[in-house]
């Protein structure tokens, strides 16, 4: 019998791909039925990026016995009535963030779940506005006030094209060297984007669904590539929810970086930045210092109903 430690590049439900990261020579392994069970909240006890030792007898495929721990994940929890949650993707040097203004519009709130979880994590974020092509001159405008809002956050903001080539040989050189997920919306041109760092790759790339402007699901399974100049993206299958996990409503503030930043120059302590005078926060929001898009999605967070927590 051998074995040893490897990555896991491929998920596809009950198998899937090792691969002895840095070096790229991916095999197939299935799962030790005892690891399955361990954690029946949770919908997937191996992510893609995780770190597993595994057994192979000679001819066998090889068996994975032992999840090593993580440095960081992105979880979500299912926004249907379930109280179960995925892991998205584990041991990520970086979460790239796929948005467009249109085709699909990105719903700010939607984005700010991402962000937060990402934070609680420990997981550097950078949000990436795909497809500007198509609406730079209708719009530079509302392109203006995105960067506002997140770099006022503190987040990196890249404008691209995969058409033009905007913004893509950033990405490509910060990629190098590091495990990064590509995540966001369905229909944003996320696989779309990974093969215009490396052409060589052949992730699934869908159409947008006209009658309803939202992406069709292209992604069903969670995949990491390698780039030909260096680095690892995962590819994550379009998201349409996603529902923050083991999140009280006093820590959520926390992980708003822009409302950290004052919540010591608050009168209370805690303060919910709701109702309490001598705010710092909401002295913000009025003085236009924190943007009101960020904060209403703040609000809406508290007054989430249990059943997406």
């Known amino acids: 019998m051998t074995g040893g430690t490897a990555t896991v590049v491929k998920n596809a439900g009950s198998h899937y791909l090792l691969s002895p990261l840095p070096l790229w020579s991916p095999f197939p392994a299935s799962l030790r039925g005892k690891i399955r069970l361990k954690e029946s909240a949770i919908t997937n006890p191996i992510a893609v990026g995780d770190r597993v030792k595994f057994s192979a007898d000679e001819g066998e495929m090889a068996v994975i016995t032992e999840i090593l721990p993580r440095k960081n994940y992105v979880i979500r929890r299912s926004t249907n009535l379930s109280r179960q949650a995925h892991i998205i993707a584990a041991n990520l040097d970086r979460a790239y963030l796929i948005v467009s203004l249109y085709f699909p519009e990105v719903k700010l709130p939607f984005l700010d779940r991402i962000l937060l ?20 001159n209708l719009s530079q405008e509302e392109i203006d006030s995105f960067h506002r809002i997140y770099e006022g956050a503190g987040y990196p903001v890249i404008d691209t094209s995969v058409k033009t080539g905007e913004g893509i040989d950033r990405i490509r050189e910060e990629c190098i060297g590091k495990v990064n997920l590509f995540s966001g919306e369905s229909g944003v041109g996320k696989s779309s984007l990974i093969k215009a760092l490396d052409p060589s790759l052949d992730p699934k790339i869908g159409n947008i669904s006209v009658a309803h402007l939202q992406g069709k699901h292209t992604t069903s399974l969670y995949e990491m590539y390698p780039l030909s100049s260096g680095g690892y993206v995962i590819d994550s299958p379009g998201l349409r929810g996603f529902g923050l996990v083991d999140l009280e409503k006093e ?21 919910t930045h709701t109702h309490e005078p001598g705010c710092a926060v909401k002295a913000a929001v009025e003085d236009g210092l924190i943007a009101p898009e960020r904060y209403s999605s703040y609000l809406g967070m508290l007054e989430e109903d249990k059943k997406f927590r």
């Open 117 to 136: 979880t990402c934070e609680v994590y420990g997981i550097p974020a950078t949000i990436v506005l795909s497809k500007t092509d198509m609406y730079r």
């Open 251 to 271: 820590e959520i503030a926390k992980y708003f970086p822009e409302m950290l930043r004052l919540s010591g120059e608050c009168r209370f302590t805690p303060c």
